[in-house]
């Protein structure tokens, strides 16, 4: 886990979960992604409560395993005591709420306010605009539509719980930082499910770690396995002779070569429409760190050498 984390430290996913032990203490895993777009974990706690001084200790006695100044992004769900314990530790990193608890959040909401189902269905439509406007203009837009169609007691929930916490969860704002693309905390989803295929509520605290042990080496070979089928396979496209290409695939994993080779491509079909400054690049850049079509294509256009 140590290696794990000094590997792939920019963005970190903390989430706990629940019936794993007997004495039902929540378990706190704390997740990275890898190069091949996997989440792994690289620390997990059994605690005693959910309180903040509680999640404060956990995530400092996590700052005295790794350097968490190589910490970027951190993606929560949104409570507010896990909040406050990356913000005591990590007080200059971008936190992130994960997207599908922000909408949850809003419909439980809306399912207390005495509207038509017609009005329900606008101000959903009007809060996912707001959660994933591309621009300030965008949200602002919505936020004026909102404030038109809402009852007064939906604008008021939303003005003393989600106003002043926007940078995190409105998408203009968020994709100003790195994330790797993590919007929600789906892969922090997909890890708890693996691990309740070993863990259940019959377990005593012993058991339960000994289980999350064995999860995390089965993880550990996989990658492993991965990584030796990489190293062993010699990468090849069909019908496709581009040197650029050929440079990708052989330098990254398949899943950032994927994901390059397509900016390529779409730059290399479109080179007038995309190409801009690198000020101007599109979210790729600046939430995955890597080349997106703009700057493909503004290269093209400058006829300068596209190289890695």
Known sequence: MRRTYEMFPEVLMVDGTYRVNKLRMPLYLLIVEDGYGQGRI???????????????????????IHNLEKVKTVVVDKDQNEIAAVQKFMPEISIQLCKFHIMQAFARKLK??????????????????MVYAKSKTAYDNSFGQLHNVAPQQFVDYYH???L???????????????????????RMESMNQKIKDVLHMNLS??????????????????????SFVQQMTVPYRLNDDDE???????????YAANIVVHEF??????????????EKC??????MGLPCRHIFATRMKKQMRLSF
């Open 42 to 64: 690289v620390g997990f706690s059994l605690v005693a409560n959910e309180k903040r001084e509680t999640l404060k200790n956990l995530i400092g006695e996590f700052g005295q």
């Open 112 to 129: 207390k306010c005495a509207v038509t189902q017609e009005v329900q269905g606008t101000i959903t439509q009007l809060v996912r605009q």
């Open 160 to 162: 003393k719980n989600w």
């Open 164 to 186: 002043e916490s926007a940078p995190m969860w409105c998408a203009y704002q968020t994709n100003m930082h790195i994330n790797l693309g993590n919007t929600t905390n789906n």
């Open 205 to 226: 605290v012993p058991e339960a770690v000994q289980g999350l042990l064995l999860v995390c080496r089965a993880s550990n070979y996989a990658v492993r396995h991965r």
């Open 244 to 254: 650029v290409v050929d440079i990708v695939v052989k330098q990254l994993t398949p």
């Open 265 to 278: 491509k779409t730059a290399r079909s479109q080179t007038e429409r995309y190409a801009c400054t690198p």
């Open 282 to 287: 599109c979210v790729l850049k600046t939430t």
